[in-house]
């Protein structure tokens, strides 16, 4: 029913030898390498693509309707068929041709069955968008509330401004790659994607083979801050703590830890490390590259922590805790909303293509079941 084609009119031939091609529009396109997460969609504009995209149009007028079709294989996409016929291994993803998928089967209903769904599936699927885009603009509003709480708390009283290097260690971490020719051990270490906002994720946790002593001298231990040195100029020095759940952990040099003097926290650095005050700080003081940025031991040490007793400190973590629940428990059901309207939108896409349902027969709104569902489970 569809059929990759090339278009080249108007190209130079230089740009034809790199393998442009022309897009027009309602010509099915998918990128060859996040096909497989659902990077399919319908062209709207004239224009042209590189050869990491192919191009399809229908055989034959009024045999295939394309916007369907970009709904079939969403579906087979999501549902791991693609990635099944990939080629090859890329960074981020699996590279997927067209041409190699022709033995896969596509439902195939008259053309004004497939316009039918296409445009029920377009009415559906936005207004479940649309509900998806509410909960997210809600998580933000969210996250800015708890900035705001914790600014609030901060800045009440008189707080003294100390440098961290007054406060505490600051070490850097293991440099990967280096060549050692004594005994070597394996050894858990954590990443920069490893640190997150007052939390370590450990998912994914990568090993490196190092000699005894340089473990020894960068091994973490519990209520260690652990701070970013590059990414992201907006995650730059964000804080969390290590609650020592994986024994004998180090981390890489893109990380520093900091060691807290008993006059300090750790619990009350992280919080001070989340909000605006440190946030501004770093962005102002990161070195930017082309494509991160970075900051130094040197502008860490510097940082001004808003320092209060020990006692106001650990007061102060409680009262914020307690405040910033409600917070939490918000951002953590819009999250759980938003991954349940994912499934529904996905599963209703399946239904609608498979012929599972009859899109021609009265239903309730989809997006309003599921809001009725969200409710009752909270």
Known sequence: MLRSRRRTDGFTEAVQEIGYQGIEPGDLVIHAMDGFAGAIGVAQDRGKS?????????????????????????????SGLVQ???????????????????????????????????DYLDHETAEIDAFIADLEALIKLEEERRIATIDAHLDAGEP?????????????????????????EEFPYLRVANVQTNYVDLTDVATVRVPQRVADTNRLQPGDILMTEGGDRDKLGRGAIWDGSVPNMLHQNHIFSFRCAEALSPEYLVLVLES??????????????????????????????????????????????????????????????????????????SAAVT????????????????????????
């Open 50 to 78: 590189s050869p990491v995209y192919s191009v399809l149009t229908p055989r034959q007028a009024q045999t295939a309707y394309v916007p369907f079709y970009a709904y079939v294989l969403r579906n087979y996409a999501l």
């Open 84 to 118: 099944s016929f990939a080629q090859g291994v890329r960074e981020r993803s699996t590279e997927f041709r067209w041409n190699t998928s022709k033995t896969v089967l596509v439902p195939a209903p008259g053309y004004g069955t497939q316009q039918t769904i296409a």
């Open 160 to 184: 003294v401004m100390v440098p961290m290097k007054h406060l505490g260690t600051l070490r850097s971490g293991l440099t990967l790659g280096t060549k050692y020719t004594e005994p070597v």
């Open 276 to 349: 605006t005050w440190a946030r501004d700080y770093f962005d102002l003081t990161a070195r930017q590259s082309t494509n991160l940025a970075s900051t130094n031991s040197t502008t860490v040490r510097s940082f001004l922590v808003p320092y209060r007793d020990r006692g106001a400190q650990e007061r102060l973590v409680k009262a914020l805790h307690a405040a910033l629940a409600k917070v939490a428990d918000a951002v953590h059901d819009s999250r759980k909303a938003i991954a349940l309207a994912k499934e529904r939108r996905a599963a209703l896409i």
């Open 355 to 378: 012929g599972q349902i009859d899109v021609t027969a009265k239903h309730k709104p989809a997006a309003e079941q599921l809001e009725e569902d969200i409710a009752q489970l909270a």
